[in-house]
């Protein structure tokens, strides 16, 4: 897990601790490179740095790296590469390599397709709270793919995920209130999470809210 992260007053005192072999400070700088904070934006350099953290098992660079493989930027796009740096990192418990890790498997990009494999990965970063995770693997319990159908349970990973303000999943909480699949059915409930979810621009919740108001005002009009 990343905890006790350290920071840097300047881009040039990072740099130097980063020279210095500092991992943190080369995998701050990778980023910096990678969003253009502080230095021109430089995908190559980015990697770079990333490289010289990940070599030192530093767990967010590990990932940052992982990436760069899986899309392609900075290096030549590689998934095997990405599999390897991604799980470097996931087995050390950071949670964003273990959704993607979670990802791989369930794709088959570089790892045997295995959608076993992406729930576990997928429920270890979701227990660690990650949003994405957690709509993911409510996906699974809706679906009844690879773990049982458990309308509840995917409710639960939803609203933990909705509650971090991701669109898709308020997007589905809303549909379980307004089908009662895993709570109880209750129309403005699904309202709310609709409209918290279409003021991000969630396409699908700005129809499935057209179409509540539409069926509101036909049966207001046939009344």
């Known amino acids: ?12 005192l990072m740099r130097v601790a980063a020279q210095e072999g500092d991992a943190q400070a080369q995998c701050y700088l990778g980023v910096s490179y990678q969003n253009g904070q502080g230095v021109t934006q ?18 967010v660079a590990q ?21 390897k740096w991604l799980r470097e990192a996931a087995e050390q418990g950071d949670p964003a390599a273990q959704f993607n890790l979670g990802m791989l498997y369930e794709t088959g990009q570089g790892v045997p397709q295995n959608y076993a494999e992406a729930v576990k ?10 949003p994405a995770a957690q709509f993911n693997l409510g996906v699974f319990f809706e679906t009844g ?3 049982d159908q458990d309308f509840p349970e995917a409710a639960k990973w939803y609203r933990l995920a909705a509650d971090q303000e991701l669109s898709e999943a308020q997007c589905n909480l809303g549909l379980c209130y307004q089908n009662g699949r895993g709570v109880e059915k209750d129309p403005s409930q699904a309202v709310k999470w ?18 509540h108001y539409a069926a509101e005002e036909s049966g207001q009009a046939t009344e």
Request: with cysteine.
């Open 1 to 12: 897990m990343s905890t006790n992260r350290k920071s840097w007053d300047s881009i040039e």
């Open 42 to 59: 430089d995908n190559g350099e980015a990697v770079k740095w990333f490289r010289k953290a990940a070599e030192q098992n530093d767990p």
């Open 63 to 83: 990932c940052y790296l992982g990436v760069c493989y899986w899309t392609g930027h900075g290096v030549p796009q590689e998934f095997g590469e990405a599999a």
């Open 121 to 130: 990965w997928y429920r270890e970063s979701a227990e660690c709270g990650y």
């Open 145 to 147: 793919q690879v773990v």
């Open 194 to 211: 609709f409209i918290r979810a279409a003021r991000q621009g969630n396409k699908d919740a700005q129809h499935n809210l057209g179409l």
